[in-house]
T-cell receptor, first 114, second 115 residues
Framework: DSGVTQTPKHLITATGQRVTLRCSPR?????VYWYQQSLDQGLQFLIQ???????AKGNILERFSAQQFPDLHSELNLSSLELGDSALYFC?????????????FGSGTQLSVL | GQQLNQSPQSMFIQEGEDVSMNCTSS?????WLWYKQDPGEGPVLLIA?????ELTSNGRLTAQFGITRKDSFLNISASIPSDVGIYFC???????????????FGKGTKLSVKP
């Protein structure tokens, strides 16, 4: 158990809908990262928050947004969903925001857009 | 953009055999990491490498940071059934923006062990 909690584990929805994925980092970790994992693209970094503030942005679509709350949990919002958004979405956390820190991943949310 | 080429893509091995996989790039990396992902779970960090030429072990696993800083290798000795999973290399490129979020992942090596 990595200590990172993600809910829900599975999500099935239709195109055009909006969903929210939730992540609770390990106790004491201030950074939360969101990754998308698909069969053809591998693990793609979406966005990072550190202590409530956006720290780094990767290949995140404009239809996607995230935030980190004062209790440090984070939510990833995916809107106007398309079939191609079907993927495994991982949250990871680390203690700080510096380089070379180890990431601890949650078990992921499997999103299926039908 | 920067890419990591991980090979082989998949492999079947006999229990007890040694396994080797590698990751290469045309760019220079400051850090190399190796993760393992079990079915239904997120990646778990196995080994972290921070210096060119560094050789680090974790039980039966040994990884090396290539001298050119453009590659890394992972070896698993005397494989057992629980070694099954997907192994990912990941690296922090030299021109990273100062955040682990710029970690670049390879596409993985799927390891299957014949009982």
């Amino acid at each position: 158990d990595s200590g990172v909690t993600q809910t829900p584990k599975h999500l099935i929805t239709a195109t055009g809908q909006r969903v929210t994925l939730r992540c609770s980092p390990r106790s004491g970790d201030l950074s939360v990262y969101w990754y998308q994992q698909s069969l053809d693209q591998g693990l793609q970094f979406l966005i990072q928050y550190y202590n409530g503030e956006e720290r780094a942005k990767g290949n995140i679509l404009e239809r996607f947004s995230a935030q980190q709350f004062p209790d440090l949990h984070s939510e990833l919002n995916l809107s106007s969903l398309e079939l191609g958004d079907s993927a495994l979405y991982f949250c990871a956390s680390s203690q700080g925001a510096h380089n070379n820190e180890k990431l601890f991943f949650g078990s992921g949310t499997q999103l299926s857009v039908l | 953009g920067q890419q990591l080429n991980q090979s082989p893509q998949s492999m079947f091995i006999q229990e007890g055999e040694d396994v080797s996989m590698n990751c290469t790039s045309s760019s220079i990396f400051n850090t190399w990491l190796w993760y393992k992902q079990d079915p239904g779970e997120g990646p778990v960090l196995l080994i972290a490498l921070y210096k060119a030429g560094e050789l680090t072990s974790n039980g039966r696993l040994t990884a090396q940071f290539g001298i050119t800083r453009k590659d890394s290798f992972l070896n698993i000795s005397a494989s057992i059934p629980s070694d099954v999973g997907i192994y990912f290399c990941a690296g922090l490129p030299m021109n990273y923006g100062g955040s682990q979020g710029n970690l670049i992942f390879g596409k993985g090596t799927k390891l299957s062990v014949k009982p």
